[in-house]
């Protein structure tokens, strides 16, 4: 735990002392003690009278009234409101840098851990812990000016020995460090403990849910009584400014503290481990008073905090410079009466208590230090995922690898089975070529003479439309094919690509025949050409050629993929471009013709003028006010204003079509990235990851870097999908905020039948 580890811790004295708060709450019951138990109007005091007892004679100076004032009395309070009256307070200073200890004293069923946990089924029910939890987080957010850390703990402590009620498998064993409390110059820490960061309210809570468990198995598998322990829970806020100086922050710690019960021991005669366990409590709960008496009492020097594991592990948390709140859990029956009476009489000690709560800031001297952590956990994190990458590069070659040794396998079966069939003559051995040469069979360049189709000959390729069933109609020959490879018909094959390379390397291939005469078998295959029996590439058995060892260029697969996977695309990509295509051609047109229309509307004006001009000219104006014209300009009139018309419509045609184009042209630009990018990715996966790898990374397969999350593995039994479907009911009347708090508690849940299931954790048995 490095929380005290801090240089320079510094206290800002608040001017003025502050009490203990004290309140009480009430177990509700139905069997009030109305006579003895009352409530005062300020619902501060709480009034107890005690009946005479007249068996003890005439004589009796017995007490029998009693007021106390605290605080508060909570009777029939709503969880909401104890949070709201007990503890909002000191959650909000602990951001401020105020410790803050909330502890809940009483006797055991009084509702100490209903107070301070809650229900862990009802999100109504929670108690102040999960809702200081939600509050520190609803802080933080509200703050962006400070970087806030919160951070969390749970301790258990159980007959003077501490237990870490979030170390990750308490039932599995011990853990590794014992869990003790160790005190240097800063303060004192509890060694052994874990402290959770965390960054989120869920986290939290499962945390908490977490916690809550392991105290539940714990006390199974270890045969104690959970109400005979002390359990702290302790959230660390740590909050440094965005804004101002790097080295001063705030450091608090928010304690909550559900305490073993408070019943006195010996009323029916205890012994063996209960004697010790009420033994242990009762020392620990006087001790606890003690030490809080003597941290109000200015003048007490000491202050015996050593005296037991619980004052101990509080040092820093009790009294003193921090907000302290106690909330006395009691009965409301007349038969717990004594205890109740002495819970209270408790409380009221307590109240007197004056503290002086201060804020803790700190001076970083080691903010160096921490910021060279930082970094090397940053830098841990990407070297993390540094290896994760080496990781799958590792993978992707070994996947690799293994496709080169099939290769190779399959080049050696290949080259066998034809040294089965055929004989390899080496290049160099003239002459065996020039037998062969002889018998016709190659010709001057060393190439072989005659037809693909031999049988069992893994060279060259059938033509689709050779396949049996449809006429053979062409026919190429070995030497066309050799010397042409890219010119294929019918499809590509890589593969044939591969065996070419084979044949022309060292060694020529030369069909053998058993009978000895070669000829003869190349006659008898043309006769017989068995076809079926060729390594095929149809495109319809095989409609993914195999991959060729290198990638083609991207031009030639931009060709393959647009009449493959792209093809769709591609169709619908032209099918736009002719549209746009054609729109614009009649764009073009339209705009031809209303240039038309102009030049003729131009030439009709200036025939227009002329007329008028020549009218005017003639003399032959008005009569009786009316302008007469000749018929020839009455029609260059009327021819004009059709031409507008004309244009008119023309004109606008032109801008829908311009509008259309527009749009086309979108969709084109569109589709056109559509199919360069599909083309890339196709690209890509088809000549670059392996396709063994493809298969592998696909969610689900075997090859996952790193750890595989816990929630892949744990499954939900049917029991938790009930739960979780019985949860999601309970959730929705509960608003949004209570999501975390079910989603914590189904993880937790999820975990822990995980963890028993594997780690055949026996079922806890119940007393
Ligand atoms: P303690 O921790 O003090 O031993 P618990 O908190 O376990 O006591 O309470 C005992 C029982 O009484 C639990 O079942 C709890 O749910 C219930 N209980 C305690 N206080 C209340 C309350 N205020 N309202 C409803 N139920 C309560
Ligand atoms: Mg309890």
């Known amino acids: 735990m490095m929380w005290h580890k801090n240089s320079n811790k510094h206290l800002t004295r608040m001017s003025t002392r502050k009490k203990v708060h004290a309140f009480v709450r009430v177990r509700p019951t139905d069997d009030f003690a109305h006579e003895m138990i009352r409530y005062g109007d300020d619902n501060k005091t709480i009034d107890i009278h005690l009946k005479k007892d007249t068996r003890r004679g005439v004589v009796n100076n017995q007490q029998t009234d009693w007021s106390f004032k605290l605080d508060g009395v909570l009777h029939d309070a709503s969880q909401d409101l104890v949070y709201e009256t007990v503890a909002k307070d000191v959650v909000s200073q602990a951001l401020d840098g105020y410790n803050g200890t909330i502890m809940c004293y009483g006797q055991t069923g009084a509702g100490k851990t209903y107070t301070m946990t809650g229900t862990t089924e009802n999100y109504r029910h929670r108690g102040i812990l999960p809702r200081a939890l939600q509050q520190v987080f609803r802080m933080i957010e509200e703050r962006p000016t400070h970087a806030i850390t919160v951070r969390v703990s749970y301790l258990e402590i159980y007959n003077e020995s501490l237990f870490d009620l979030l170390s990750t498998l308490p039932y599995v064993g011990p853990s590794a460090t014992p869990v003790a409390i160790v005190e240097n110059p800063h303060g004192v820490f509890i060694k052994g403990l874990s402290v959770h960061l965390t960054s989120q309210e869920e986290d939290a809570f499962s945390l908490l849910f977490e916690g809550e468990t392991n105290r539940i198995i714990a006390s199974h598998t270890m045969n104690k009584n959970s109400s005979r322990s002390h359990c702290i829970f302790t959230i660390y806020v740590e909050a440094r400014s965005r804004t101002l100086s790097d ?179 080496d290049k160099n051995d003239f002459a065996a070529i020039s037998a062969v040469q002889k018998a016709g069979l190659m010709d001057a360049d060393g190439h072989l003479v005659g037809e693909s189709d031999g049988q069992g000959f893994g060279l060259g390729v059938a033509s689709y439309s050779s396949k049996p069933g449809k006429k053979t109609k062409s026919r190429r020959t ?222 689900g397969s075997s090859i996952r870097p790193g750890m595989v999350p816990l929630s892949r593995i744990v499954s939900l039994g049917e029991d938790d999908q009930d739960k979780f479907s019985q949860l999601q009911q309970d959730v929705l009347p509960e608003g949004p905020e209570s999501i975390s708090f079910y989603n914590a508690k189904v993880k937790r849940e999820q975990k822990h039948s995980y963890l028993k299931s594997t780690l055949g954790l026996p079922k806890a048995q119940r007393k």
């Open 247 to 425: 080295e001063k922050y705030i450091t608090s710690k928010i304690n909550l503290v559900d305490l073993a019960g408070s019943e006195r021991l010996g009323k029916s005669g205890s012994e063996g481990q209960v004697l010790k366990e009420a033994t242990y409590i009762n020392k620990s709960l006087s001790f606890l008073e003690q030490a809080i008496i003597a941290l109000g009492d200015q003048k007490r020097g000491h202050i015996p905090f050593r005296q037991c594991k619980l004052t101990h592990a509080l040092k820093d948390s009790l009294g003193g410079n921090c907000n302290m709140v106690l909330v006395t859990n009691i009965y409301g029956e007349a038969a717990q009466l004594d205890e109740t009476l002495s819970s209270l009489r408790f409380a009221s000690r307590m109240k007197l208590v004056t503290t002086e709560p201060a804020v803790n800031e700190k001076y970083d001297a080691e903010r160096m230090v921490k910021n060279l952590e930082k970094e090397l956990v940053l830098l841990k994190q990407e070297l993390a995922i540094h290896d994760s990458l080496i990781i799958n590069l590792r993978q992707i070659q070994e996947v690799f690898n293994q496709f080169r040794v099939v290769l190779t396998q399959q080049e050696q079966e290949v080259e066998a089975a034809l040294r089965r069939k055929y004989t390899l003559i």
């Open 478 to 699: 070995l030497k066309e094919q050799l010397s042409s490879p890219a010119k294929k018909e019918g499809g590509s094959s890589p593969v044939s690509g591969k065996d070419m390379d084979v044949s022309t390397s060292k060694t020529q291939l030369t069909p053998l025949s058993k009978e000895g005469d070669v000829k003869d078998m190349i006659l008898r295959d043309r006769e017989t050409s068995n076809i079926e029996t060729l390594p095929s590439d149809s495109p319809k058995e095989e409609p993914r050629p195999p991959r060729p060892s290198t990638p083609p260029s991207k031009p030639v697969a931009f060709e393959d993929f647009k009449n493959e996977r792209g093809s769709e695309i591609n169709r619908i990509f032209k099918e736009n471009k002719s549209i746009l295509n054609e729109r614009r051609k009649r764009a073009s047109e339209t705009t031809q013709r209303i240039n038309a229309i102009k030049r003729e509307m131009d030439v009709t004006k200036e025939g227009l003028s002329a007329q008028r001009s020549l009218r005017e000219k003639q003399g032959e104006y008005e009569k009786k006010g009316l302008i007469i014209i000749d018929e020839e300009e009455f029609l260059l009139i009327l021819k004009l204003k059709d031409l507008k018309k004309q244009y008119r419509a023309e004109y606008q045609d032109l801008r829908d079509l311009r509008a259309e184009i527009q749009y086309c042209q979108h969709l084109v630009d569109q589709c056109r990235h559509r199919l360069l990018t599909e083309f890339e990715i196709w690209y890509n996966e088809s000549f670059f990851i392996p396709e063994d790898m493809q298969a592998a990374l696909k969610p």
